[in-house]
């Protein structure tokens, strides 16, 4: 009889059934375990990091050889208990609606800011009006120097307005460590070498600062946020932290800064892309930049400041139209005149006529009966 294979864990020999007797296998019952680096089997404590050692360790049991292979374990991955615990269904929560938003018209709530003490310390009085240029009667000062930038030249009376005024019309820039005026871009490091640069174009001489009162002042600003707050930093120096003020409502938010100095304002008033909590608000003053601090009424974030604006679609006017007969003959066109040779017709009297008169063309004389005629 042909021998046969042993599948017993740790033999593995070759065997004759009819020698199989019940001492005859050695093997290992149990099944083998992997952990911690430790290779061994989970009938016996014999364990060892080197895998060739496991695969020599002599069973620990004996019995007769079988060639039918072992039932392999399950392999049981996840919660190991979960025929003893029932399955948990988790029921989220239903997502919320969005709020609705109010109109843009709710009433303004206006901000108490918080001053900073770099912004009181900041001199914001009003140049005198000698500095502007004219005396006290109301002429140019002998001495008053140009005001266009890089002009050196000093009013002496009247005749100096003939004189050219070599200037730079541009405005100077200050960029990595150099210096130069945008108009002729002569650059250097040195900055008395900048103002003694001569100007590039000529001009008129300029005695007296032009009054900008009232005019439009540009500030820069940006804005951070976090998932429930928003802050928008306006960056100004010397304002004045008593006229200035900031109003919000719910989707809208208005800012008014006035520059004494300038005698001139920045404005800013948008409508939010958000919802806020107008009694959640705050706002501090400082010297460089005010801070404008809004909750958010939603958790989340705002892809920008601003809301987006719809364009609406244009209405067009149809006027009625007006059609007015003109008798007038601008041109004339060839096309319509008819220059063919017109088709002679004879009257009714005349066919008449022709029915009566016989047609003498193919009558031969001897048929012709004198009588007749």
């Known amino acids: 009889m042909a021998d046969r294979l042993c599948y017993n864990r740790g033999c593995g020999n070759s065997y004759n059934p009819r020698e199989n ?17 430790y290779k061994g089997w989970t009938c016996c404590e014999m364990k060892s990091t080197d895998f060739t050692t496991f695969l020599n360790t002599p069973g620990c049991s004996k019995g007769k050889h079988s060639n039918i292979k072992p039932v392999e374990p399950e392999k049981i991955t996840g919660n190991l208990e979960k025929e003893s615990s029932p399955e948990e269904v988790v029921i989220r929560a239903p997502v919320q609606e969005a709020m609705k938003r109010p109109p843009i018209d709710t009433p303004l709530l206006r901000l108490n800011p918080t001053i900073a003490a770099s912004l009181k310390q900041q001199t914001l009085v009003a140049p005198a009006a000698s500095d502007t240029g004219y005396g006290e009667t109301g002429k140019i000062n002998i001495g008053e120097s140009c005001k266009n930038n890089g002009c050196k030249m000093t009013y002496a009376g009247p005749d100096s307005n003939l004189a050219d ?6 405005v100077p820039v200050f960029h ?6 945008s108009c002729c871009q002569r650059k250097t490091s040195e900055f008395q070498q900048f103002l003694d640069q001569e100007g590039c174009d000529i001009g008129q001489h300029k005695w007296v600062k032009e009054d900008t009162s009232g005019a439009e002042i540009e500030c820069r600003y940006d804005m951070h946020q976090t998932a429930s707050h928003v802050v928008v930093a306006i960056y100004a120096k010397k304002y004045d932290p008593k006229i ?16 004494p100095l300038e005698k001139g304002s920045f404005d800013l008033e948008t409508e939010l892309r958000g919802i806020i909590d107008m009694n959640d608000c705050s706002c501090t003053m400082m010297g460089t930049k005010m801070e404008i601090k809004m909750k958010k009424a939603e958790i989340g974030l705002w892809t920008k400041l601003e809301a987006p604006k719809i364009a609406k679609p244009e209405s067009k006017v149809v006027e009625p139209e007006v059609f007015t007969e003109d008798l007038r003959v601008d041109a004339l066109d060839l096309e319509d005149v008819d220059f063919s040779t017109p088709k002679l017709q004879l009257s009714e009297a005349a066919r008449a006529t022709r029915n009566i008169i016989p047609d003498t063309r193919n009558i031969e004389p001897e048929d012709v009966d004198l009588d007749d005629l």
Do not use: Q
């Open 165 to 170: 005024c070599t200037c730079h019309p541009g």
């Open 21 to 37: 007797g019940e001492d005859a296998c050695t093997f290992h019952p149990g099944a083998p375990y992997f952990h911690d680096a």
């Open 176 to 181: 990595e460590g150099m210096k130069f005026w």
């Open 244 to 259: 200035s003020y900031i109003e919000v409502n719910p989707i809208k938010l208005r800012v008014h800064i006035y520059f």
